[in-house]
């Protein structure tokens, strides 16, 4: 009986060791979750999710890949058109219509705006052909560009910056305005290249992506 006296004695104090033991590891392990949950909630800033965005597009606002756009200096109004075009695939472009997919239309604004205070892109270094930067400014007094884009190409509300983007996809961007493969948020640029030819169209973005 003694033993069984013996078993009875302990179980209480198993109990509440264990109840104590039990209670420091709950409040372990809730410490850890809490941990753990800022970890991913750390992962969720904006910077993180704009990651591997920057991974393409250039983290300093200047994109090394050609046809990938530089983003720095975008106005933000003009960007969150353009994500909320992909998201909704108006603008059809594998890799952005892919990333966009669930995301809210706060997400795009937050990342617009962010985008948007990335440092504008700098030109490339080199000398110039002063013929074709000469060709191209008849051009833009002939169609007006710096109307639209601003007197110094920074853009602004829904019309791009123009100044220092990569040359390669201006030249893209401006082909696919004329042969209407990019929809635009309005049809401004179709009408604009209606009578521009490709040769001038090689021009301008010369022009263009030497500028500051
Ligand atoms: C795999 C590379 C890649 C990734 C990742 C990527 N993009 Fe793009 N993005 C592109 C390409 C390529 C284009 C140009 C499409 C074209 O040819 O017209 C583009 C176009 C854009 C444009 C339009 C720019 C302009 O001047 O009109 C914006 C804005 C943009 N991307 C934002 C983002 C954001 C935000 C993310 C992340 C959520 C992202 N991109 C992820 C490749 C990428
Ligand atoms: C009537 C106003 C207007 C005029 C004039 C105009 N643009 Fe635009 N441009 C816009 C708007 C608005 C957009 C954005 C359209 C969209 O949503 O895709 C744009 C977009 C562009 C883009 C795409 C940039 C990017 O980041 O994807 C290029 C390049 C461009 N314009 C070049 C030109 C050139 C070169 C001229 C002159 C020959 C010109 N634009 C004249 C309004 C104008």
Known sequence: ????????TPRPLIHSGHCVRTQWLIR????ALVFLSALPANADTLEARLAPCLACHGANGQSTIPEVPSLGGQPAFYLTIQLLMFREKLWV?????????GLKDDDLRDMAVYLAKLPPPEPPAGPVDPARLERAGTLIEQHRCNFCHNR????????????????????????????NTRRGYDASMADVLYLISDE?????????????
């Open 1 to 8: 009986m003694s033993g069984g006296g013996r078993i009875i």
């Open 28 to 31: 372990s392990i809730v410490a």
């Open 93 to 101: 472009v594998e890799p952005m219509n892919q990333v966009m997919q």
């Open 152 to 179: 110094d190409y920074s853009g602004e509300q829904n019309v791009p910056r123009l100044a220092g983007q990569r040359e390669e996809y201006l030249v893209k961007a401006l082909r696919e305005y004329k042969n």
């Open 200 to 212: 001038q169209i090689l021009d301008l973005a010369y022009f263009l992506s030497r500028l500051r």
